[in-house]
Structures are given as structure tokens and as C-alpha cells.
């Protein structure tokens, strides 16, 4: 007798909800302002360098090193960039509420006409 075991692997597999291309991109953190400006300027000094790793490396421990006041500008142009997403992704919801209203509308009398057939065979078990 083999017993079951319970955990991962044994569910099925939930299909991913299919991601919508017109849905605006997340800004980037204050970090990776600062990595798109850090790498640029350590391409020009080691142009020998073919290692993305070797370049993160050296931005997260230029990143750490750096102090608040270092850091501030980088921070204010990620906000900036986090109130601009804001912006966009209000405009984006409310596309997609007034998308959603027409489909929901016509998902109701859909379901409303599957109710409608349930409750035709709830009568007929009754007689």
C-alpha cells in the first residue's frame, strides 16, 4: 500500500492569467536609476568587461557605500518616475473599467441564462 503524499507537484497546475501588454511598466526603484547611470559609465572604464555580473556587483557595493545625500538624486528621479506610473496606470484602470463594464453585462445574462436552465431541472426533480 503506497500512501500519498501530499504537498508539491500533486495539485494541478493553475493556467497563469495571460498578462495584458498595454498595462504600464513598474518604475524602477531608486537603485536601478542609479544602475542605469552606473553602467554606462563602467562600460567607458572597463570596456574590456563582458560580465553582467561583474557590473551589478560593482554597482550594489557603489550603491551600499553611498550615503543619503549620494542617494538623493537617484531617489527623487525614481519618485518622479513612481508619480508619472501613477498617473498612467489611473488612465489604464479606468480604460479597462469602462472595457469591462460592456463585458460584464454581457457575462451576466449569460450566467443569468444558466441559472435559468439549473432552476428548470430543480422543478422537474420536484414532481
Same mark, same amino acid.
Given at each position: 500500500m503506497k500512501l500519498k503524499r501530499k504537498g508539491a507537484g500533486t495539485g494541478r497546475k493553475q493556467a497563469k492569467k495571460a498578462? =495584458? +501588454?498595454?498595462? +504600464?511598466k513598474r518604475p524602477p526603484s531608486a537603485f536601478f536609476v542609479f544602475m542605469s547611470e552606473f553602467r554606462e559609465q563602467y562600460k567607458? $572604464?572597463?570596456? #574590456? #568587461?563582458?560580465?553582467v555580473a561583474v557590473v551589478g556587483k560593482a554597482g550594489g557595493d557603489r550603491w551600499k557605500s553611498m550615503s %543619503? !545625500? @549620494? &542617494? !538623493? +538624486?537617484?531617489q527623487a528621479k525614481a519618485e518622479k518616475k513612481k508619480e508619472e506610473y501613477e498617473r498612467t496606470?489611473? !488612465?489604464?484602470?479606468?480604460?479597462? *473599467?469602462?472595457?469591462?463594464?460592456? *463585458? *460584464?453585462?454581457?457575462? =451576466? &445574462?449569460s450566467k443569468s441564462e444558466v441559472n435559468d436552465d439549473d432552476d428548470d $431541472? =430543480? %422543478? =422537474?426533480? @420536484? *414532481?
Open positions: 498578462k =495584458d +501588454p498595454n498595462k +504600464p567607458k $572604464e572597463h570596456p #574590456n #568587461n563582458k560580465s %543619503d !545625500a @549620494d &542617494k !538623493a +538624486p537617484y496606470m489611473q !488612465a489604464y484602470n479606468k480604460k479597462q *473599467e469602462s472595457k469591462g463594464a460592456s *463585458e *460584464e453585462d454581457e457575462s =451576466d &445574462k $431541472e =430543480d %422543478d =422537474d426533480d @420536484d *414532481e
